[in-house]
T-cell receptor, first 116, second 110 residues
Framework: GAVVSQHPSWVICKSGTSVKIECRSL??????MFWYRQFPKQSLMLMAT?????????EQGVEKDKFLINHASLTLSTLTVTSAHPEDSSFYIC????????????FGPGTRLTVT | SQQGEEDPQALSIQEGENATMNCSYK?????LQWYRQNSGRGLVHLIL?????REKHSGRLRVTLDTSKKSSSLLITASRAADTASYFC??????????FGEGTQLTVNP
């Protein structure tokens, strides 16, 4: 149990376009989802916390107008990178947890974004 | 910052040996979690230790937590080549926020 999927697993887009990444909890309801970004050989950096039905909370330095997060249901959160630039190229990973007595966060397999 | 900091940055051992990785953090936590990541992949949850626990075991994994020293350690016993990965500690504070350090890159040589 506790499987989180991401789609797509990799995407290449041109500079200036927008890309949407989906994060789904497959066998549990996720009241909270998190979005991280990871550059090569670096740590995961938390971008934002997403609660179902409410606005996302962004970490300091993360542009909310550039990284649009929508947590429309208890099993789906989306991250849209708007007007992507080459410096947005990164590995984007989501995680999910329930509001029950389950403290672990379950991570998706990640999405590799390359902006050309 | 609540960032967990792992030590060492890189560790290379022979199959069958034990691997110990350490983690330090800065302020109070609800719990501390350890994850592994294979290159280019997502994170796999290994073990969670709560702030009122001192030691926890899971298979070949042993985690300790010393809240007075704000440190934790992960021991992998009888390592295997398949254990080769990056290992991250993630202290959890309020709001379920996890902050990750740079990780320890473990290489287990067959």
């Amino acid at each position: 149990g506790a499987v989180v999927s991401q789609h797509p697993s990799w995407v290449i887009c041109k500079s200036g376009t927008s890309v949407k990444i989906e994060c789904r909890s497959l066998d549990f309801q996720a009241t909270t989802m998190f979005w991280y970004r990871q550059f090569p050989k670096q740590s995961l950096m938390l971008m934002a916390t997403s609660n179902e039905g409410s606005k996302a909370t962004y970490e300091q330095g993360v542009e909310k107008d550039k990284f649009l997060i929508n947590h429309a249901s208890l099993t789906l959160s989306t991250l849209t990178v708007t007007s992507a630039h080459p410096e947005d190229s990164s590995f984007y990973i989501c995680s999910a947890k329930t509001g029950l007595e389950m403290y672990e966060q379950y991570f998706g397999p990640g999405t590799r974004l390359t902006v050309t | 910052s609540q960032q967990g900091e792992e030590d060492p940055q890189a560790l290379s051992i022979q199959e069958g040996e034990n691997a110990t990785m350490n983690c330090s953090y800065k302020t109070s936590i609800n719990n501390l979690q350890w994850y592994r990541q294979n290159s280019g992949r997502g994170l796999v949850h290994l073990i969670l230790i709560r702030s009122n626990e001192r030691e926890k075991h899971s298979g070949r994994l042993r985690v300790t937590l010393d809240t007075s020293k704000k440190s934790s350690s992960l021991l992998i016993t009888a390592s295997r080549a398949a254990d080769t990965a990056s290992y991250f500690c993630a202290p959890e504070t309020s709001g379920s926020r996890l902050t990750f350090g740079e990780g320890t890159q473990l290489t287990v040589n067959p």
